[in-house]
């Protein structure tokens, strides 16, 4: 519906006020966010020039944005782009939006990573953790392995828009992979099939399911990373990965039972536990 004389300041308040009618947090941010993708507008710009009119095209694209938000339609997919670790990742409904839980992940694998050290991710979705990885250390050689040639084509765009070189691989967990690694990293879908349903209507009904989908009990990749990943790791070698908050004690018991050492978990920034990790000593098997 087109105002007559709707400022810019005008149009984030009644975007928001929309927003916040359907159920959604952080309204008054997603309404400005949205604007701001349409006219290029920073805060400066936006506190000195509030009052200036908007076109009947901006309008148009405005509350078209509006209405999928509204719909719960993540504010990321609408703007093509997520922030994680510090960068901008492209992202679409092919890939798990990035979220800062994940930066957990980095923080630890980061901890033990040397130069020259191979890392395979493995469900890399957008390529953010290998990416944000080399980033901060360039002397490392990383390759991204994911069932979904679509979510590689994102990873893959992602890695060159900042500027990483690395190796994209289309695989059904191990059977494409070849070699040996120092580190494997995985965010693997956990959450179980029941539980799915249960989930907030910006993740159940816009990521992408094979990526939330754990099975049963959630626990299915955590097994097949548990038996496979011994296979494809140097000596010594780690295996680092993102869990479910209630998930520890069982993904740490299938480590243990696979033979893996130094088994630990890490919690978030709100206190739950998020990654598990642990490394793999062939000599002392």
């Known amino acids: 519906?087109?105002?007559?004389?709707?400022?810019?300041?005008?149009?984030?308040?009644?975007?928001?006020?929309?927003?916040?009618?359907?159920?959604?947090?952080?309204?008054?941010?997603?309404?400005?966010?949205?604007?701001?993708e349409i006219n290029g507008m920073d805060r400066t710009y936006y506190l000195m020039n509030g009052s200036k009119l908007l076109t009947r095209v901006e309008q148009e694209r405005f509350f078209d944005y509006i209405e999928?938000?509204?719909s719960h339609e993540p504010l990321q997919h609408i703007l093509g782009r997520a922030f994680f670790y510090g960068h901008e990742f492209k992202v679409s409904?092919?890939?798990?939006?990035?979220?800062?839980?994940?930066?957990?992940?980095?923080?630890?694998?980061?901890?033990v990573c040397t130069d020259g050290m191979t890392v395979v991710d493995m469900c890399t979705g957008s390529g953010c953790i290998l990416i944000s990885l080399k980033l901060r250390n360039p002397q490392i050689v990383i390759e991204g392995a994911d069932i979904s040639e679509e979510a590689l084509k994102v990873a893959e765009k992602n890695a060159k828009k900042l500027g990483v070189s690395g190796k994209w691989i289309q695989t059904d967990m191990f059977e494409n992979i070849t070699g040996t690694f120092d580190m494997i990293t995985s965010n693997p879908p956990y959450i179980p099939t029941k539980v799915i349903e249960e989930l907030e209507?910006?993740?159940?009904?816009?990521?992408?399911?094979?990526?939330?989908?754990?099975?049963?009990?959630?626990?299915?990749?955590?097994?097949?990373?548990?038996?496979?990943?011994?296979?494809?790791?140097?000596?010594?070698?780690?295996?680092?990965?993102?869990?479910?908050?209630?998930?520890?004690?069982?993904?740490?018991?299938?480590?243990?039972?696979?033979?893996?050492?130094?088994?630990?978990?890490?919690?978030?920034?709100?206190?739950?536990?998020?990654?598990?990790g642990g490394v793999y000593n062939r000599h002392s098997k």
Not at 11 to 34: F, M, P, T
Not at 93 to 111: A, C, F, H, S, Y
Not at 215 to 241: N, Q, S
Not at 242 to 254: F, M, N, R, T
């Open 1 to 36: 519906m087109i105002q007559e004389n709707l400022t810019i300041s005008g149009a984030v308040r009644e975007g928001a006020k929309r927003l916040k009618q359907c159920g959604i947090e952080n309204a008054d941010y997603d309404s400005y966010a949205l604007l701001s």
């Open 68 to 70: 999928r938000r509204s």
């Open 93 to 111: 409904p092919d890939v798990l939006i990035p979220r800062p839980d994940t930066e957990v992940l980095v923080e630890q694998v980061l901890k």
């Open 201 to 276: 209507a910006e993740v159940r009904l816009h990521d992408p399911y094979e990526a939330l989908d754990g099975k049963e009990d959630g626990l299915y990749f955590y097994r097949i990373l548990a038996e496979k990943v011994p296979e494809y790791l140097t000596d010594g070698g780690w295996l680092v990965m993102e869990i479910g908050y209630d998930q520890s004690a069982d993904v740490e018991k299938l480590l243990k039972e696979t033979g893996f050492e130094q088994v630990s978990t890490q919690k978030d920034l709100a206190g739950l536990d998020r990654v598990v």
